[in-house]
T-cell receptor, first 112, second 112 residues
Framework: AQSVTQPDIHITVSEGASLELRCNYS??????LFWYVQSPGQGLQLLLK??????LVQGIKGFEAEFKRSQSSFNLRKPSVHWSDAAEYFC??????????FGTGTRLTIIP | EAQVTQNPRYLITVTGKKLTVTCSQNMNHEYMSWYRQDPGLGLRQIYY???????DKGDVPEGYKVSRKEKRNFPLILESPSPNQTSLYFCASMGRVTYEQYFGPGTRLTVT
């Protein structure tokens, strides 16, 4: 069955440390790939997306993600996190049918 | 400003009392969608609409209805709400050029 997996429910990192959030998908072909962020009490905001081409994509707020076809992964990274990055992060895929499927999310906590 | 609006933002109601959550977008998007967000389950699609008068079921449509009489509006109708529909609901619209979904601020519904 087609699915999106975010294996980490909750991650805690220190302010200034690097961050990597994992996302794996299971689809027959390479889907469109997205990362969204949800700050507390807010809606979802698009961080970045991958359709094709360069497998390293840059997004807003200093985030980047790398698509690895061989691993069916689209991991989100940031070299140095800020306290304002504390939020919930969702990976999502769209396999070409305009239907977006979300992972279950990773909650990020930042400690001073 | 491009935006998706939802009303109401918060709603407490009783079992069986019909309610409607409105959704409106000002971006002339053809595609609109409703999601519910529950802890540990991420966002799950309830219904979506590819255009005016065209709607289809998502992953969790039971107990919900939608209509799309105008391009900008996509209301979600709960004809007989039950406690298991207590959730956070998001409306979204998408442009077919960028495939970026824009989310509303959410409606927190409690059914007692």
């Amino acid at each position: 069955a087609q699915s999106v997996t975010q294996p980490d429910i909750h991650i805690t990192v220190s302010e200034g440390a690097s961050l990597e959030l994992r996302c794996n998908y299971s689809y027959g072909a390479t889907p469109y790939l997205f990362w969204y962020v949800q700050s507390p009490g807010q809606g979802l905001q698009l961080l970045l997306k991958y359709f094709s081409g360069d497998t390293l994509v840059q997004g807003i707020k200093g985030f980047e993600a790398e698509f690895k076809r061989s691993q069916s992964s689209f991991n989100l990274r940031k070299p140095s996190v800020h306290w304002s990055d504390a939020a919930e992060y969702f990976c999502a895929v769209e396999p070409g049918n305009e239907k977006l499927t979300f992972g279950t999310g990773t909650r990020l906590t930042i400690i001073p | 400003e491009a935006q998706v609006t939802q009303n109401p933002r918060y709603l407490i109601t009783v079992t069986g009392k019909k309610l409607t959550v409105t959704c409106s977008q000002n971006m002339n998007h053809e595609y609109m969608s409703w999601y519910r967000q529950d802890p540990g389950l991420g966002l799950r699609q309830i219904y979506y609409s590819m255009n005016v008068e065209v709607t289809d079921k998502g992953d969790v449509p039971e107990g919900y209805k939608v209509s799309r009489k105008e391009k900008r509006n996509f209301p979600l109708i709960l004809e007989s709400p039950s406690p298991n529909q207590t959730s956070l609901y998001f409306c979204a619209s998408m442009g077919r050029v960028t495939y970026e979904q824009y989310f509303g601020p959410g409606t927190r519904l409690t059914v007692t």
